[in-house]
Each structure stands twice: as structure tokens, then as C-alpha cells.
């Protein structure tokens, strides 16, 4: 099921970008949740196009309907359908995909693979497909929050070369939000915006590193062997679009210091047992420690770009693509809270599974 | 199903430390291969302890024995039942691990979860459990190798701060067998085996980069959305013990890059479509696209080291632990072949997917 | 993922009788399929309400709506979102459902297991559901027929104690359609009319058994140990509502007989290897064998009945309650598609498997 | 994962008749369990060969060995790897096996598929693979007796023609255990063994019915839509060898009966909410009711027989097979244990998934 995430808290997202409608079925969701389509809109509205002037400005209002799965304001158990409608196609504007292969993006490897290819908008492949996730998502965090006061807070750590300092605190969603590129550094914030702008002046595109931490997850959540906690956070977020790597903790840069630096001693703190330091990113042995889990994302720069590129034609000609059209010059902003997400839709599945394991027998 | 991995070609690995033994179970593996036990061998002796002076010097033959799945020498369709049995065990070498919670171990974790714990050796939370994964990816690099002459390759591309030149061709298995650290760059090799006894003389321990190739992907492997090809690398990867990053194509560092500098220009070349540059690692939209994949994974350095460290006890208490013992002191020289292997795994589900999907009907 | 069925062509059917919708992801499809709606609807208008005098009055046309998957009349290897609007929804009919557990229903065990329940038409335990299957089993059809050939057909093969005789050939589906209770033996189609007619009148209602044959399936399709075909047959015949049991080939009967009798002895005929007897119902070992599949099902009379019947309420008090409004005396003749759909569902499955399995490699 | 079963409690079965073991993997497993070989052994006992008069005498001592998941006497949440040696093999005794296929058995059908064929013994598709299954059913018995209390016996109901009157009470398992045939019922018992005593001096073989009940099930266990729990233990009991049928509640009876009759009223009864009667077998909407769980399971005629056999041998000419060797002239007695290993793996599987669902949240 290769649309499909989770083992207990199953998301099927379905819908193309120009098709009629993009959506999720979510499988799983615990009976008896309140639940409301304004909770869903609200992290919607997050990933919505036409946000602010840094983003495409295709106008799609994203509007979620439930059609199944809700009785009276709360979750029955029963499977929720969750669909938005598309609004904003214009397949006129794609003619030049179905015929040339965009660089960087699947319009080549989907026609490999499948012998076919909706070429308006990246049909599978573009990142409306990611509103079902969303919209999943919004669902997973409620029920973290309620269920053990979990939050789930990304925000962008590095715009192209421009890093904001690392956040002396748990960074507040105010703090995220207060600016459309959601770095809650404002300073850095600026620069950001800044960068942002120049490149799409030059019909040019950024990336970056998104930074997400979770806060009050339990001790014990994560399966050893396969599905650790780390391994199946880095599935979620390379699974995401314009991913190029992940790291967990001291990550890539602690491959640098030698073991006696690295190593997280334990002690008692607050009458538990903690660690003095969190190199580990809250996850030891693929199971939460109960520490704040820390990971980060790397985006590369949008592979649409307003230049003319090489490439070839669906024929095998060389050809060359004029990039026109509406498009985001940095993903950045609007995957926040896809990061958030898929984050959400990973711990609760966790959370569910070990429930499974340990809270039903009493040995 | 914690414990097991892939859906088509699924395994299932099982076995503690210091248990009766160790192994793995392979479902779906295609029938009539020709499989000896030699060849399994051969990859298990690539991990084994004791191959070299710069690994732990555990006595462990790690003989590896077949009890299912092959007929007259070839494979059946049936599930393949591989176990090596636990030679060197010194239960008695580990009572201090039954009291106190080693740092950046599973110890802690693993009571949190279970509420019980198999402290000899780390339990099931060891490194020795990756024989299993060594075992079965022996049988899907050769499905490989015989169905499209498919060639995995990692080594150690960075140890600590001492980091190879990138090899300018694909590394032969001669390059990277030929040092015990499995550096193919022969001076830098050199270093890093000073490295590495230096900081065992220290007691202590360094981590390091694992780089993977694998060529003559064909393109069309690889699911979207969730199962994105890339995806199933990260969560593969992750799920080994001591790592903390995974970065595919140009990872991290090419979110430095703008768009128009990091696009893969398409062209005509061999009669067929590739790409100029290779930043998106061989992986588009999720699917191969026939260039060479290309990831890296980050290694911390070996939790376990030869000084004092400052932890609690079961009991919550405050506790010194003096690590002794056999150890590794860096676990990337043996972690090469379980890298190769883990890839082999997820390239032969999805090898075995797009069967499923494409070459059945033809519409 | 309880709504969910198939390892490969995996369905998710969500929506409750009286909510927005009833529908269906299918996942897997293989690409470029030609697919119109109308196919779609023409396997839903067999099993909509209101076909004949014989089902429930409830008026739905039942359309269907295709939302993603299809690009110029074509799957495209994305997931079929089809769905069906709820129309004649009369929530108000409903309310003494609220307050009074329906014996032999879903009602009480829903309540016991969700602690809420959408009581309105049954919910999701309501026979609505299986519009997402048959819509599903509608595309696996053709995917089988295209393919292979392989034709499916299930009939009315006793009702209450009327039994038809043993068709002496494989029957067609106009002999099946010819008759509004699916059954093509026609004078025993008129005396199982006559009976479901006596029966409404007593406010009362029936069962009986359909049976399924399918023809032009392939040897070596179904997979020992656990995923035997039949096995995956009776699960997909129990998972619908009313049923009480599945036999295959020879079944309960076939108990009487000895091996001497009972073993089908194989022969070489039409140039393959054949049986010359069928106890085996098409299966051996798990496995096809080439020969007609055949399989019964048995459906217990509908559990709603306009006759006053004792229960309790959902205070825990006894209670009476007195059936009304619209259903139907007995539920084979809309079963007929269904059980249809969950055969083509297994099959195109296990086709799949089949693939991924033997097609790809050439050892 | 045609060779797992069980979403949460899985169980992975490997090995063939004359290899040189069977066993299985648990995975899953909740932590803690107290736990001795012994308790699998006294199973395994129940079905193993040589065991009395009425079944094979291959000698078998059938001694089964935990290899891992058990650290001083209780589980730990890691796989329970559990193995049996074949000792009683004779390669030898199968030749013929090697150029006929035996009908009614898998020879073809396995050869149709794979290619290739273990031909010893019947290979994979022997029975003795259900040792695997019963030693994981072993477990998942204690869990349920542990954690709820639940008793799960199967006994057999009716033999070939002669049919046991039916209990009045649950039976104990003495009553099932005093006589080899597992027949309750001591006088019909007696003329059970007596059948099949007859039957084997003829070189014949016969097949019959076993009952299976559970109690002390709570309400909520199953799942709709597709996993409803009627639906899994049909899915388990096809999928053992020998199977043709399978009814739940009334079954195929209970299709006689008008739905008045059959339905079964509530009533408050024990302070709790209870049914008058039990058409539904204690399942309702593919859910627990609390009522006694009630099925019953058609096995053929062994297909081994001591008479001369028309096939075809693998070169595709007219043969004749002439069975010898030992084998069971009535699978019933040993399928027992097997019937109540199957069932205890599918109800341990739902508690664990209503665990996860229900348990965890708080809402």
C-alpha cells in the first residue's frame, strides 16, 4: 500500500493536483475524540497556497469537508474521510509537461515506472498531495495533546546559507507564526524574507533545513528492531517531497566528537531518571527516553524555476523548458506543518502500538 | 510486526546476545535461486568480530547454518531459516549492566518500555542481532546480482574528522576490502586505522560517515508516497544501532545550492534518458531514475567506552560505571557490509513490488 | 486497518449509512487500465435498493463519482477514490435505534467495543458499506478479465429450503440476471420469489446460500502457508454481513465421504494436467490448480424483521422493539454482486503476488 | 507474508517435513508473560505423532527448544524463536513422491507454482508445519487464560457419519483428553475409533467435524469491516491443511430457520447484557458479544490412502501411485490442538488490538 502510512493509525491519502479532489482516509482513529473540520482547516490554512507574498499565489481556498467517521462531534472509530476539493486548475498551463520532463521533478521516473503520467500539475507527484497529511496530521496531534499533553513544534533553522541562532527555549507557535517564513527568530526571520524575495527575482529557488521538536513524549515509545522511533521518523519526513536528508539528535555534526563527549550520563532530575545532556535527540535504542526529541530536515531548493533548463522530450529530442507560471521559490514555509505532521501521524501510531504491548496485560 | 522488514521480501530477524542464538527468518524469497551457505558466509564474515585488530576481539566463529527454505541447492519459495549460534558468551562479564543504565545504551529504554530487561550483553538491543540482516541481505544482493547485475558498495568515507577524497569511480570490493577499516582510499585509510587506535588507547571511541552506491538500478523502483524509494532507505538505515543521520544525492549540503544550480539537467546519452549532474542521488519523486544511487549515514561514536561515566542504578540512585571489556571502538569498519545489506533489502522489495504491479498485466 | 482488505490491490471502504458518503480507496491498480464509471455502475446498480420488488424500497441511485486515479480514461497506478452520496437518508426513522439495541445487530457490540455509536441506519455496520466493495471488485474484475479471461459468477443456490438444482453447465449471467432473485434456475427462481413474497408478508424474513464459480484461473495462484486462497476466501466471504459460514469444493458433504472417494485423480487432458473430479473446489495445498473454483456461502435470514421482538435498551431495561420501514426480507439477491466483488478482490490479489513473485526473476 | 499471520501478535512458521527443523517466530509478544518450555511441550505433545494407536507412527519425539524472548522465566518483549529437529526422517520412503504427484495432495500444485519442489514428506505444505502454530498458540492461550481467564477447547463433533450428541455443558478437558479420537463423548468415541480402525484395514481414510468453543470472551474483540473476528478465525481454520468448511453459530443450519426464529433477543441477565439464545455464535457485526464463542470446522478425508491411486507423474504421462508408508487414516484426533492453537492466535491478536484502541486514550 504504497499510499498508505501507519500500522495503527493508518493514513491513505489519494488525489492529483488538477484532479477533483485531493483527500486521506485515516484508519484507526481511537472512538470518542471531540472533533471539529475548524481543527483540521487551522493547520490547513498553515499549508495553504496564497498565504503570504513569499508563497505561489494559486488561489485554492482548501477547504476540508468530513464526509464520514464524525457523529455528533465526536470520532465513532469508523474510518474519516477527509476531502478539499481542487479549485484553482488550470490544466491549459501544463501543456508543455506533458511533452518535456521538468528536471528535478518525477514527470520522468513516473513515466517510467507506470508506461503514463497525469502530467497537469505533477498530478500524484505534487505536493497537494500532502493536504491528506495534513489533514491526518491535525487529528494525530489532537489526540497527542489530549491524550498526554505532546507537542509538536518545526520551524525553519536554516533558509540557504542564512541559520538563525539555536532557540534558548521551546519555541511557541505565536513565535513561529509571527513571521510567513516561520523562523521564530525574527532578526533571522528578515533576512530570510529578504533571501526569499531576491531569489524570485532571479526566477530562482532556495532550501534549507526545517528543525521539529517534540515535547512530553513518554519513556517507551518506539520498536526495537526495525520500526525505531528514529527509523520511522526518517521514512515520514524523506517520504515528503523535496527531502534530502535527516538526522536525529547530534546528527551528522556529532560524528565529530569522540564517545566520552557524546555520551548522554544519566541522573535523577525532577524524581525521574534524565539526561544530562541530549546528544541521543530523545531516542535511545530506537525508544523514547522521555527527553525532547530533536530532529532536523533538509529541503532542497524547488525544483520549478522561471530560467530556461535543458532536458528532453517524451519523443527522446533535447528540448529546452521554459519554467512560467506560479510557483513557491522556497518550499520552506508551507512544510512546517507538513513536518508537524508527519510527526504527529509517527508518535501516535507509537503510542497506539504500545498500548497494544503494555497496557493490556497485567503479568 | 517489530521485528521484521519489507513487504514483499520481508525478514525477520530474531535472537539476543547472549541467547542460544541469533537469526533471521526470509519470507518471500523467490524460488529456484542457487543459494550455498557459503555465500552467506562469506557477508557474515565481513561483520564478524575478531576479523581484525582494530574490532572487538569476541571469540565468535559466526557459523552461519540453514534449516529451511533450500532444496538441492537452490531456493523453494519456503522461508529461509538462517541462525549462528552464540559461542563466546560471557554472561558473568555483564552483571554491572544488570544494576546500572549504561549512557547512550538501550539499557534505560528498554526497562522503560518492557519493565523487563535481558541486560546480558545489551539483549536483543544488540549489534549482534544485525547477523540476521547480513544474512538475508546475502540473498538479496545475489537475487540482485543475478536478476539485473545489480552492485552495492559502501565504505567509510569519514572517520572522526579524517575524511577521503571522493572516489572518482565506483570503489571495487578489492578497494575496500583491502584495509581493515574498509576506507577505499588507501592513505586515508592509513590514518584513519591510527585514528582508531589512538582513541582506543584513550579508552575511548569515534563515529564517522558510511557512504553507499549501488549501479544498474533500473529505473521505476520505488513507490510513491509513503513508500518513496528514498524513504525506505532512511527508515533501513535509522533502524541500525548507533546511527543518527541519513542524506541521499546532495543531501545537506545541497541546500546551500540554489534551483538552477541544483537541477539535474535531462539529455540523450547511452540511447537512453539520464541526467548531467546526479544531486538527486539516482532517486526522482521517490523512484530510481537508472543513475547511480547514492546516500551517506552518520555513525555516532561507540557508546561503550573504557572510562568512568556518571549514570543511576535501577533503584534511582547516582552510580559510576567503569566500562570494561570488548568493544569496538569505532563500529563503522563492521557496519560497511550491514549498510550493503540493509540497501540490498529495500532494493529487492521494491524490485519485487514493481513485478506486482507493472510486468503482470499488460494492458 | 480494519477497512481495509488486499496485500497488493488493497481496498479501504469508509462512510455510514446515514452520513455524507460511502466509498472506497483502492490502492495498488495496476496502471493504465481502461476504467469508465460506467463499468463501475453498472455492478452497483445489481446491488442497489429499489432494483426490483423483491429489496428494501430505500430510493438511491446510488451514482458514482470517480475523484482521483483516472487520467484520459485510464488508471494511472494512483489510487481510485470512487465514492456515492447518501440521498434518501431519514435519520428520524432511526431514533428507536438510539435508545434500543436491535437483536442481531451490530448495535450492542459496537457500543460495547466504541463506548458511542452512530446509530442512525446502523452506521458503518450497515450493508451501505459494501457499495466500496463492489465498486472495488467492479475495477478487480476487469483487471482479471483483461489479464486472464478469468470470469466470476455467483448465484442463489438455495433459499430458505428451496434448493435449485445443480446447474449442468458454467451459468451466464443473463441466466442469473434473468430473474430479480439471481437465481438461474428458472422454476425454482419463481418458487424463491413466492417465498421471499410470503414472507414480507409476515413481517418476517429468510436466508440461504449463493454460490460463487469462477473459471480461467491460472495454476499456482494462492500462497501457503497462511495466505491460502481459500483461506482468503472464507475471510472474505465472513467479512460480510449475515454470512455464517464458507465451504469449498466438496465442504461440509465431503466429510462423508472416504479418501477413496474423495481424492480427485489427476489426468492429462486438453494437453495439461487436469482432475477428473473437483472435491478439491479448485484448490489444492492453498493453491489453484487450475480447475473451476467453486465455494458456497451461507447467509443467515436478515436480522431485521417487522415483527415486535424483545431487547434491552441502552439503560440496561428491558424493552420491546417493533420493527418498521424499509428493508429487505432477504438479503441473497443483493448479495450476488458482492459476493462476486470479494472473489475478484482475492483473486486479482493473489494475481499480483503471483507477480512479484515468479514473473520478475529468471532464475 | 504468505507464512505470518496476526497484525500485532505475529507468528512466522519455516520449515519442511524432512529439513532439518520446523519452528516458528512470535513476535509481538507482550513483555513479562511467565513463561516454561514445558507449557509448549504439553501442546505439542497433543498433536505430536505415535501419540496412540489411531494416529502415524513416525516416531517423533517432537521436542521443541526456545532459542530467544525468554530471560529468567518470562518474556521480554523480543521474538520467541521456537524449534522442533525432525528426527524421523526418511528421505528414502518418498522417491515415488519425486516423479508422481499424489492427488488431492500439493505436489502439483506447488510444482505449478514454484518451479521446483521439496517432494520429501510433502515438504512445506506437510503438516507437520502446524507444529509452529501450536507452539505459538501455546502462548497466546496463556496470555488469554492470564489476561482474561479465556478457555478455548476444541473437540471433535463428528466423524465421518458418526455424530456425538451434543454437550450440555463446556467441556473439560479431561472429557476431550480421555479418549484418543478427542471425542467428549465416550460411547460415540468409542465407535469413533472403531471407524477408524475399520477404515485404516482398508487402506482408506475418513474425515469429520470439529467443534471449537471459547468463553469468558468480553464484548468489543473484532473489527469491522474486513476483520471481523468470524472473519479471521475462518481466514485461520482454512488455512490449516484438510479444511473445507467453516461455520460459526448456527452456520449452514441456522439458514432454515426465518429470521424470527433466528434471531436472538437480548435480556439483562448476570447484571450485564446477554442473549436468550446464541444463533450468533457469540459474535455480532463481526464483533464479541460476551456470549460463548461457537464454530465448527469440516476436514476432508486424509488424501494419503494405501490403495492404489490414478495421477500423472511429472513428465505428464498415466500413472499409478501405490500409497505406503505411514500416515494418519483420520487427521481429526491430532487436528485438535491445532484448531484451539489457531483460534487462541486470532483472539489474542484482537485483545492486543482493541489494547491499542480503546485502552490508550482517555477521551
Redesign the interface.
Known sequence: ?????G??F?V?????SH?????V?V??C?????LEAAEIQAELDRRRPGQSDLVTPRQEEDKV?????L?EG????????M?VRNADARPGAYDEMKEK?R????D???Q???????HRGG???SAR?TIGRVAAGAVAKK?LR??GGVEIRAFVT?L??IEAPRPDHFPTLEEIEASPVRCPHAATAARMIERIKA?RA?G??????IECRVRAVP??????????L??????????L?A??????????A???????A???????REGR?R??TN???G????????EEICFRV????????L?P????DVA???AELQGRGRHDPCVLPRAVPIVEAMAALVLVDH?????????????
Chains 1, 2, 3, 4 share one sequence.
Do not use: C
Not at 491513505?12 to 492529483?16: A, H, L, P, Q, S
Not at 469537508?65 to 467517521?69: D, F, N, P, Y
Not at 465526536?74 to 474521510?81: E, F, H, M
Not at 536528508?245 to 547530534?250: A, C, K, L, T
Open positions: 500500500m504504497p499510499n498508505s502510512f500500522k495503527l493508518t491513505t491519502t489519494w488525489g492529483e484532479g477533483g479532489a485531493v483527500g482516509v484508519d484507526g481511537p472512538p470518542r475524540l471531540p469537508e468530513i464526509l464520514s467517521g457523529f465526536r470520532t465513532t472509530g469508523a474510518p474519516l474521510l476531502l520532463f528536471p528535478s521533478h518525477a520522468y521516473t513516473y517510467a515506472k507506470y508506461g503514463i503520467r497525469d498530478g500524484r507527484s498531495e489526540i489530549l491524550a536554516r540557504h546559507d531569489v532571479e530562482d529557488s532556495v532550501g534549507g533545513l519513556p517507551g515509545l518506539g520498536e526495537p528492531v526495525f520500526d525505531r528514529e527509523a520511522d521518523l526518517a521514512k515520514a519526513m524523506l517520504s517531497p527531502t534530502k536528508g535527516f538526522e536525529i539528535g547530534s546528527g551528522f556529532g560524528t565529530l566528537l569522540k564517545g566520552s557524546h555520551n548522554d550520563p544519566f541522573e535523577i531518571v539526561t544530562q546528544h541521543s535527540g531516542v535511545q535504542g530506537g525508544i523514547s527516553n522521555g533538509a529541503f532542497k531548493p524547488t525544483a520549478t524555476i530560467q533548463q535543458k532536458t528532453v527522446g529530442h533535447a503510542w497506539m502500538r504500545q498500548g497494544a504491548q503494555n497496557q493490556t496485560f497485567k503479568f
